[in-house]
């Protein structure tokens, strides 16, 4: 077991699919010579040269097509978006190209383009800079969306989801990449939990928190918080980290929510027409008679994000979370 | 006034509000030549950078190329006014830039087409039935890109720009450049090239533009080859563009040329060329070439109403057919037997896309469900398995909505 | 083989609904070839030219040249597979009088009656928009019910055995009604979709257990009422809130919280109905039963129910309906072992006097006995209680939970009353009804009302209207 940081077990998480397999390359702005802006890729092109670890023109669309090109001639390219506000010019080769090449071909063609996005907010910057655009994406079929919460997670995932024949929308939550944890660097990924599951990260018999991202930790915050004795007694709450937001991993939500009978969705992405709304629909057909209440959603408003003096408003922090637990207990 | 390559002038009826193509640059710019080594009267021009090294068979056989393309194209165009196509788009007037280009391939070398492309997808070797199923739409792509190196049609205009740089990208990577036809590793003939389509309007994408920025810098072995045939549906050239076209490929630091899209063996010699440069390791070339869109945008659309009858009628003297046609003739490489039977093969070609087309099946409703990803997907399935459930709760023969 | 086909105007593609005939290239008796241009048509801007579908000859032109053509109707009759020169294909005279015979008339613009489908204007992409359909395909109906497809795996399933807590299934509604009923979900065996709890599994949990104190008795009878022990001198006694009474609360409060209740009274001399009483008690039809005053009021009531329906009815706040019945099931409150029922006696607007009496009898045996059914204590839908057990004259009774109305009459006692204007000694009686306002408004209450006091006082009435 080592102790790493969520960006590093990232970078050794690389650094590890491009030594197993030299179709592997890396793709995008600054990510060779500096390392990336968050230094992910920091000395992986000293090690694997600049055919591999590519410095890419400044241009999104750009570094999707032609990882495109580059996938259909055997490849598999790892490409990263700087920031997550900056994937709308690359939005056009990823829906309209990347996720249905493999349909239109009828199958005969299969495209294993990860790309790698940081996300989410709580990092004080200034415009673009803090999405959490996932929705867009989860909506589109042909892609596969995931999002590691913590450094053992995005370890194996990236490898994971380089391995995947799909391609892969891969959010790593930038607030988080300082956050160490604890990583097995030499488990076998076969043994991993496969990619396309959830986690129930922390058990509980009340009420059930649904979560994936910067949120988990926030989650698990709350979660403690409330098992203390207060004015309102203390609560059981299960965290559930989906890790996979398409497909979602509908056997593990049903499951818990069965158990506790209450539900509650937590993202930063904006709760209006975000994916909570796709967990809430799915949770209450499918749980109806098991429901004590309904399934509440805690999100970012329906605003663009706010200057970085706001955020923390903007932001579901603890209180928000153990608010909406609250709510769900007022029916 | 409109201005055409060779000083030909035609004036712009006063009752038409439309705008006739110009191109006022091209007599002023001794650099903006057309390389033509066919003249629309069937006349041979020698060029010193392209020697043309195609025999009096090789010839023949483009004859035989254009006709078929061109048959198969109206075919199409009739399958779909019988209600057997939703639309068509024609390449009628630019079989020769497809077929030239084409022909000038090497058999490893990839081809990114548009979605007009059907001549080239003839040259190599995709059976016509296979373009009818995406415009009749039973598929939106039927055949293997592998196969027969040539990519599935892009609809989404200059997409397939950077796919193609991508390719070549890759191509680098694997060794293939820069060598010659002895010293391919791993075997087979000489390294790889790419070749990836485009139009007029194409140009002015933000992707076809970035797709010229990597392969500049990377030093990617791609031939951008522009079909500049003057419209993008009711759009004239100078909507996209202050300059001619080839000269785009100057401002990012690459070779541009432009070629008499109208003249099969110019576009031959000077793809060839283009492609062998290319495999050397010499990266990009941009090649305009200069033809007309003959037909419609496609099917649905109607030029009268943006476009001059007497521009069609000008570019109809122009033809990529009777040029080849009447040089052969006039030059004895081919007699009145030799067209008879080519004639007599395109209708044989002809019949048979009609049939193809006609007895062309529908895919299976759960059809729908297929091919989405590689993995079994928990979500997907189960909207498979209530689907068909609930087709099967309707009485037999009701079964598709209507 | 060949056959007689018919060439429709197609849309070329312009959205056009119609077009010119410009020119004809082919005259009838001419071989045509499939793609073979065979006429000129006007379209939009400009001259489009029409290849022919198939191989043959052609037999007639349908349309002239200068003829404005519907998009869909037919332009030439061609015998489809056909060599020039065959008799039945000829351009001759016969060739028209034979097709005459042959040719089916053109199909209507939307082609439909043909089976063909619906025409689309195309556009620039594609076919164009289809008309989608007006009237539902026919479904598959398995043993009388038509077909859904069940969700195979949105479909909720009970928790597994063992896997921890077994949690009660309900819908939300019914878990707020339980709530408000006092019932605990736990308890209840549930009879809905994968054993989960329905409305009816709560109500009837609830009625069960309905308990309140009082006991039918002919009119003299006292009543026994149960009470509790008093409590010690100076201090309190504290009676737990259980079983039946606790159940009884709960429906009181749904019943008094959910019902807007209006009491209305009516003190009625009903000197001709003992009297009416006491010689049919004395009729062979009603030998060894018992005939109170209870069965007059009964029968008044049932009357008075068949002449305004709506008090015989229900307030559906589910479905937002008012549920009229067709039926009177006449319900007694009856003091019982178990507390306060209120068994019903069904269908009592067809029973005969004689079998009006009988039913309230042995109602109210079995249900002071304790041997009351589920049946008997369930769908009712009108109530009567007598207080005049009690030694009062009247008050504001509390509906049965589903009811619109319940009556009350209190004892018969000798009061001074009006007559022909001077003051006599009558039996009278005070009539109380409540009503839920929702469904009843004053005027058929008062109706009602009028009407049950109008058969008290003169019990021939109960004949004319009967």
């Known amino acids: ?331 | 006034m409109t201005v055409e390559p060779g000083g030909a002038t035609t004036a712009a009826p006063a009752s038409q509000p439309s705008q006739p193509t110009q191109l006022t640059q091209q007599a002023a710019d001794p650099s903006s030549e057309l390389i033509q080594l066919l003249t629309p009267e069937g006349e041979r021009i020698d060029h010193p950078d392209y020697p043309v090294d195609l025999t009096a068979a090789d010839i023949r056989d483009l004859y035989r190329d254009l006709v078929l393309v061109r048959r198969i194209d109206t075919e199409a165009i009739a399958l779909q006014r019988q209600g057997e196509l939703g639309i068509w788009a024609s390449l009628l007037g630019q079989e020769a830039a497809q077929i030239g280009s084409g022909r000038a391939l090497s058999p490893q070398d990839m081809v990114f087409p548009t979605y007009r492309e059907h001549g080239v997808a003839w040259c190599r070797g995709i059976d016509p039935v296979k373009l009818l199923e995406l415009y009749r739409g039973v598929s939106h792509g039927g055949w293997a890109p592998e196969e027969h190196k040539f990519h599935l049609y892009t609809i989404v205009i200059g997409a397939q720009t950077l796919h193609a740089t991508g390719y070549a990208m890759g191509i680098q990577r694997d060794g293939a450049v820069g060598l010659d036809d002895e010293g391919r590793e791993g075997g087979g003939g000489g390294g790889e090239a790419v070749i990836v389509y485009f139009g007029d309007g194409a140009t002015s994408q933000g992707d076809v533009n970035e797709s010229f920025v990597w392969a500049s810098v990377f030093n990617a072995p791609v031939v951008f080859f522009c079909q500049n045939n003057q419209w993008a549906i009711s759009e004239p050239l100078e909507k996209q563009s202050r300059i001619p076209l080839y000269q785009r490929a100057r401002g990012f630091g690459f070779p541009g040329l432009r070629v008499d899209g109208n003249d099969v063996l110019a576009c031959y010699a000077v793809t060839k060329k283009a492609l062998a440069a290319a495999r050397e390791g010499q990266g990009p070339t941009l090649i305009e070439a200069f033809t007309y869109r003959m037909g419609a945008h496609t099917t649905t659309d109607d030029p009268t109403r943006y476009r001059l009858a007497a521009e069609l009628e000008m570019w109809k003297l122009k033809d990529p057919i009777e040029r080849v046609r009447v040089y052969l003739a006039r030059t004895g490489q081919a007699d009145p037997d030799f067209f008879a039977a080519i004639d007599e093969e395109a209708k044989k070609v002809g019949a048979g896309v009609r049939e193809a087309c006609r007895t062309m099946p529908d895919p299976p409703p759960l059809a729908i469900f297929d091919n989405v990803y590689t993995q079994p997907n928990a979500i997907l399935q189960a909207e498979r398995d209530q689907y068909a459930a609930y087709l099967d709760t309707f009485e037999a023969g009701e079964g598709a909505p209507r | 083989m060949t056959e007689l086909k018919q060439f429709r105007l197609p849309d070329v593609g312009e959205g056009l609904t119609e077009a010119e005939i410009v020119t004809w290239h082919v005259k009838p008796g001419d071989l045509v070839e499939d793609g073979q241009v065979i006429v000129d048509i006007e379209a939009a801007k400009g001259v489009v030219e029409l290849p022919s579908p198939w191989d043959g000859v052609v037999t007639r032109l349908l349309a002239e040249e200068g003829q404005t053509v519907d998009v869909g109707a037919p332009i030439i009759a061609i015998q489809v597979g056909a060599a020039a020169g065959e008799p039945a294909a000829s351009g001759s005279a016969q060739a028209d009088n034979a097709e005459r015979a042959v040719v089916t008339p053109p199909a209507p613009a939307d082609q439909s009656a043909s089976g063909e489908p619906p025409q689309r204007q195309a556009v620039l992409v594609g076919y164009g928009v289809k008309a989608s359909a007006t009237t539902r395909r026919a479904r598959k109906v398995t043993a009388g019910r038509t077909e859904t497809a069940e969700v195979p795996t949105l479909q909720d399933t009970p928790a597994e055995p063992g896997t921890g807590t077994a949690r009660a299934l309900a819908k939300p509604p019914v878990r707020k009604l339980a709530k408000d009923l006092g019932i605990s979900l736990a308890e209840l065996t549930g009879s809905g979709p994968d054993g989960s709890i329905t409305r009816d599994d709560v109500h009837r949990a609830a009625s069960d257990t309905t308990a309140r104190s009082a006991e039918i008795v002919n009119g003299n009878g006292a009543a026994a009422a149960t009470s509790p022990a008093a409590p010690s001198r100076g201090g309190e006694t504290r009676i737990p809130v259980r079983g039946v009474r606790k159940h009884m609360a709960a429906a009181m409060v749904a019943s008094a919280f959910t019902a807007p209740h209006v009491t209305e009274f009516l003190q009625v001399d009903v000197t001709e109905t003992m009297a009416a009483l006491r010689r049919v008690r004395d009729l062979p039809e009603f030998s060894g039963l018992r005939v109170s005053p209870l069965l007059f009021v009964a029968r008044a009531l049932v009357v008075a129910a068949g002449r305004h329906p709506l008090i015989n009815s229900s307030w559906d706040e589910a479905a937002q309906e008012i549920v009229v019945k067709g039926y009177v099931n006449l319900g007694i409150a009856v003091a019982s072992d178990r507390g306060l029922l209120v068994p019903n006696v069904k269908d009592a607007g067809r029973l005969s006097l004689p079998e009006l009496a009988r039913g309230l009898q042995d109602l109210a045996e079995t249900a002071r006995s304790g041997k009351a059914t589920p049946a008997d204590l369930s769908g009712g839908t009108i109530t009567i209680t007598n207080v005049g057990v009690f030694g009062v004259d009247g008050g504001t009774p509390i509906l049965t939970p589903g009811e619109a109305a319940i009556l009350a009459f209190g004892q018969v006692r000798d009061v001074p009353w009006v007559v022909d204007g001077q003051l006599a000694v009558r039996a009278a009686c005070t009539l109380s009804l409540s009503f839920d306002h929702r469904v009843v408004d004053g005027e058929l209450g008062s109706a009602v009302l009028r009407d049950v006091g109008a058969m008290l006082s003169d019990p021939v009435r109960m004949l004319a209207w009967s």
């Not at chain 1, 179709?23 to 000293?46: H, P």
């Not at chain 1, 203390?228 to 559930?240: A, H, L, M, T, W």
Request: negative net charge; glycine residues 10%.
């Open chain 1, 1 to 331: 077991m080592t102790t790493l940081t969520l960006s590093k077990a990232l970078n050794e998480g690389l650094r590890k699919a491009l030594e197993d397999d030299p179709k592997v390359l890396i793709m995008g702005e600054d990510v060779g010579k500096l390392g990336g802006v968050f230094r992910v890729t920091d000395g992986l092109q000293k090690d694997f040269g600049e055919a591999r670890l590519i410095d890419t023109p400044l241009a999104e669309s750009g570094i999707i097509g032609t990882a495109i090109g580059l996938a259909l001639r055997g490849y598999r390219p790892v490409c990263e978006i700087q920031f997550d506000g900056f994937v709308f010019p690359a939005v056009d080769q990823i829906v309209s190209q990347l996720a249905k090449m493999r349909y239109r071909s009828l199958g005969k063609l299969s495209l294993p383009v990860v790309i790698r996005i940081p996300c989410g907010g709580g990092i004080g910057a200034v415009e673009h800079h803090s999405e959490s655009p996932e929705a867009v994406f989860a909506h589109t079929a042909g892609l596969r969306v995931v999002a590691c919460a913590d450094a053992a997670d995005a370890f194996t995932m990236i490898r994971q989801a380089i391995r995947s024949d799909d391609p892969v929308i891969f959010f790593e939550p930038k607030r988080r990449y300082w956050d160490k944890g604890e990583v097995d660097t030499a488990a076998d990924l076969a043994s991993a939990l496969p990619m396309d599951r959830a986690r129930v990260v922390l058990e509980g018999t009340d009420v059930t928190l649904l979560t994936y991202g910067p949120l988990v930790r926030t989650s698990l915050e709350a979660a403690l918080a409330a098992r203390e004795d207060g004015p309102g007694n203390g609560r059981s709450i299960e965290v559930v980290d989906l890790r996979s937001l398409s497909p979602l991993d509908t056997e593990t939500i049903f499951a818990s929510v069965r158990r506790t009978g209450r539900c509650v969705v937590a993202h930063e992405a904006p709760v209006y027409a975000g994916l909570g709304a796709e967990i809430a629909a799915r949770v209450t057909e499918a749980c109806f008679y098991h429901l004590e209440a309904p399934v509440l959603r805690v999100g970012g408003f329906a605003t663009p994000y706010p200057p970085s003096r706001l955020e923390e408003h903007y932001l579901p922090d603890l209180d928000r979370i153990l608010d909406a637990v609250d709510r769900t207990f007022g029916y």
